[in-house]
Every structure is written in C-alpha cells, then in structure tokens.
C-alpha cells in the first residue's frame, strides 16, 4: 500500500470504508481470521472531545472487515488508570456500535498477561493482542501532556495490564513504549484525525480536521502526525528509539502520501499548539509521573494560571519521600500539602489550590 494515504470529509464510517478500499489490506485479510481492533478509549468522554476514538471509525472498519469474509472481530482496549474500561466503552459508544454489529468488546485489564524480553527490558503484554492473527490500531492523532504527541506507537499502551502502565511511566515512557511495538506489531495503522486535542491527551479542546488516515508503518505516520501538530519528530524520544530498534522509518522526501476528497480538507493551523504544554510543564517538578496524574494538573494550571513561585510535585518519585512545599496525587503524601488520589481529578486539583491560595 501507499506510504501514508488520507482521505477527508464528514461521514466518517463511510470515509473509512472508502479509505480502506484504496489501501492493499484486503489482499491480507483472510475469512475466519482473528482480527482484534485496538481503539483509544483511554477516558470515558465521547470522540467529540477530541481523547477517544469515534466508533463511527470503527464501523467503518467492522464493514469492510465483513465484506472480506471477517464477521465477529473483536474490539479490545483498557483505559488508563483511574477509568473503567467498560464504563468508557458505554460512554464512546462503542457498546452501542458491539450490540448493532454483534461485536465482542473486551477488556484488556481483565486479560491474561504474557512476559517478554526485548532491549533488555522485560514487558507484560496481553493475550488477546499478542494472539491476533491481525491486529488493526485506530489511535486518535492528539497531544500529550508528557511525550507532546500521541498516535499509534502509544496507542499500544493499552494492550499491557495496569501494573505495567505504572511501570513506563517508573522507568522512563519512551523506551518502553518504542519496545512494546516490537512485541506487538499491528497489521495495520488507521488514525482518526477528525478532531483530535492537540495539546492534552484527554480532551477538552477539540481541533477539527475531518480526516482519516492509514498505513502500516507506525513510525512513519507518527512523524507525519508530530509535524501535523506543530512538532519536530526527533525532539520524541521514542520516535527516535522506534527507528533505532528498526520499527519503521521517519518522514522523508520519498514518502509518498496520497490525499482523497481533498475538497472536504478544513483549513486549519495547528502549530505551536505545543508550547501550550511546555510552558506550564515548567511549573511542575515532576518524577515518574502517570499520565492520568499529570494531564490533570495540566489541566489545572491551565484553568487557574501559574503565578506562583514554587514548583509543583508530582509523581511516583516522591513516594515515601517527605517534602517542602505542594505535591499532587497520593505519591506526593509526604509533602507538606497535597491533593489526594490516584489520580486526583483536576477539578479537585483546581479547588485546593485555589483554596491554599498556592497559585494566586
């Protein structure tokens, strides 16, 4: 198939469908396959809010799986920490979507996890992904409060037990997330880029781009998809261990993409949406934080402002540890104030420091 094709318009499970008939996944898909479909449900919010996939994405999946003789793939995801999976699936509409195709959802927290050494790292995966005969990743282009971009190499970080989600974030994010991709290797990369946030990875400030994109190097289309966002693909560490651990290739003068409908494209600008992140970032000292965490005092600091002199703490390096000054999220106990939760939600973030008057 063609390096990285994209189409655009508004109903999204038909542009899906078309999408796909232009690609070479077909000619690989076989009848009676084990096909598991791996969407980003990290929180249970709808797609309009620009963290989780649409389920009109999927649907246009399902319909074409079904044209090649595939009728019963399963939709396998598990949220981040802090959200139930099942919850979520309610709330995205994909338990909507499973009842009206007789979809199998599945929760990969539940799964049995299977152990596996790559670069000196040992990981868990999940059964369910590690055992697909084909495995399709629907990531949602958007920011992220930590790594700056997430799309389909991160979207992999669903498919590893909670233990593990904690662990990455313990050990440093990118290594692991570029090794993961060596254990679990989908078959086939289609990114919704309808409305993704392009600053924090759970929503909130939706940018519209009424497109769909698809290939089957991951590397490829998350350097395309930094560049859509106002990033520089070498300045994301784990873009940077992907191509180094051989996982694809970055975005270069002989990557051909081939754009449909380009009369439905939007116009739109979204560099710099980036700095956004970085500037507050300057105001939390951060250890090992977990996302869910982090993005929450984003969220936060970006709500109330940061005037305040001292910075934040945050993360799984201050458990145990007593501290001066503010700390947010149960790891942060042993400072002299914090916000309690594992994660605490950023409107309990917002009242406590309002209240303690710590950014006024």
């Known amino acids: 198939m063609k390096d ?34 791996k969407p980003n449900l990290v929180v249970a919010k709808p797609a309009s809010e620009g963290a989780t996939t649409h389920p009109e994405v999927v649907e246009g999946i399902v319909l074409f799986l079904k044209d090649h003789g595939i009728n019963n793939p399963v939709i396998a995801e598990g949220s981040w920490l802090g959200e139930t999976t099942n919850r979520a699936f309610e709330r995205c509409g994909f338990s909507a979507l499973a009842k009206k195709y007789g979809l199998k959802l599945f929760d990969t927290k539940n799964d049995k996890v299977i152990k596996k050494t790559v670069h000196g790292l040992t990981l868990g995966v999940c059964e369910i992904i590690a055992n697909a005969d084909f495995l399709i990743n629907v990531p949602v282009l958007k920011g992220h409060c930590q790594t700056m971009l997430t799309c389909c190499l991160k979207n992999m970080k669903g498919c590893i037990p909670d233990s593990e989600k904690r662990r990455y974030h313990n050990i440093g994010l990118h290594k692991p997330i570029a090794a993961l991709n060596l254990l679990l290797k989908p078959d086939l990369h289609v990114i919704d880029g309808i409305c993704g946030d392009p600053t924090f990875e759970e929503g909130g400030k939706p940018v519209t781009a009424n497109r769909v994109l698809a290939g089957t190097d991951p590397v490829l289309l998350d350097s395309y998809g930094a560049i859509l966002l106002g990033h520089e693909p070498t300045s994301i560490d784990y873009l940077n261990y992907a191509v180094e651990y051989g996982i694809g290739k970055m975005l270069d003068a002989d990557t051909t993409v081939r754009e449909l409908q380009v009369e439905n494209r939007p116009k739109m600008n979204l560099t710099g949406q980036g700095d956004l992140v970085r500037r507050l970032a300057k105001h939390i000292d951060e250890q090992s934080a977990c996302s869910a965490c982090y993005a929450a005092l984003i969220f936060a600091l970006n709500h109330i402002g940061t005037s305040g002199k001292d910075k934040i703490k945050i993360g799984q390096g201050f458990r145990d540890k007593k501290c001066s000054g503010f700390g947010v999220g149960n790891c942060t106990a042993g400072c002299e104030r914090y916000v309690p939760g594992c994660p605490p939600t950023a409107t309990d973030i917002i009242n406590v420091l309002a209240k303690k008057g710590v950014h006024q």
């Open 4 to 37: 990285i094709t994209i189409t655009y318009g508004t109903n999204v499970a038909e542009m899906t469908y078309a999408l796909l008939r232009e690609t070479a996944a077909g000619k690989r898909l076989k009848a009676g396959m084990n096909v598991v479909i």
